[in-house]
Structures are given as C-alpha cells and as structure tokens.
C-alpha cells in the first residue's frame, strides 16, 4: 500500500494545463523534502520538481517555466501544476516526500541529489498523464 495518494492525471491536449495533487494523512506534513518524478516504459524514472519547507522549489530543465510545484499545508497535499502541455510529458507521475533535507540540496560538485537519487521514503501508486498533439 503506497504511503501517498496521487489524483488528476488524465489525457489533455497539448497546450492544455493539468495540476495533479498528492495527499497523505500526516506525511505531506511532516516532510522536509517533498518532489515529482515521472517514468515512461522502458526508460529510467526521472525527477520533475522538488519543493523543501523553506519554500524553495528547483525543476527539471524541460519544465520550467510550465510547471509549479506547490504545497498546501492546510490540506497536508502537494501539486504539480502543468501548463503548456507537450506530448513529451506524457508519463506516469510519482509524489514523493522525505523527512531529510538532503535530497533537496545539492551535492559538493553542484548537481541535484533529487535527479541523482530515488531514496525518498514516501511514494505514491502513480498517475497517468497522456497529452496528445
């Protein structure tokens, strides 16, 4: 059973806009590293977005500028809201969440450890998204 529950994956067009939302009972709340990830069959699942608790977010080169990433703490749930859509962003899309910092920080060389690593202890069943040209 995943500790995380991912709701608004869909097919859209694209162009179009989307905004999947995460929640879990407690975890979203009491993580400090909070992030997307999405995967295509037949190739390695690859990171989206990460928000920490100071509010800092960094993103996947690809979706800048299209997508935010967000958190409401009320509602113990994370988005991802995606605009412009591209059919290269048809994947399933993963929330995960962690109570340690470091995979929202960089590594002593400067990269990202959440494109680097998959150790988040919180993950949800995933859901799919499909945009169509």
């Known amino acids: 059973q995943a500790d995380l529950m991912e709701f608004g994956g869909v097919s859209a067009q694209a162009g179009g806009s989307l905004r999947l939302s995460c929640s879990s009972s407690?975890?979203?709340?009491?993580?400090?590293?909070m992030g997307w990830y999405r995967e295509v069959p037949g190739k390695e699942r690859e990171a989206v977005a990460i928000?920490?608790?100071?509010?800092?977010?960094t993103y996947k080169d690809s979706v800048k500028g299209r997508f935010t990433i967000s958190q409401d703490n009320a509602k113990n749930t994370l988005y991802l809201e995606m605009n412009s859509l591209k059919p290269e962003d048809t994947a399933m899309y993963y929330c995960?969440?962690?109570?340690?910092?470091?995979?929202?920080?960089?590594?002593?060389?400067?990269?990202?450890?959440?494109?680097?690593?998959?150790?988040?202890?919180?993950w949800g069943q995933g859901t799919q998204v499909t945009v169509s040209s």
């Open positions: 995960a969440a962690d109570i340690r910092l470091w995979l929202c920080n960089k590594t002593p060389d400067g990269r990202n450890w959440f494109q680097l690593s998959y150790e988040f202890n919180y």
């Open positions: 407690g975890v979203i709340e009491s993580s400090v590293c």
């Open positions: 928000l920490d608790k100071s509010g800092r977010t």
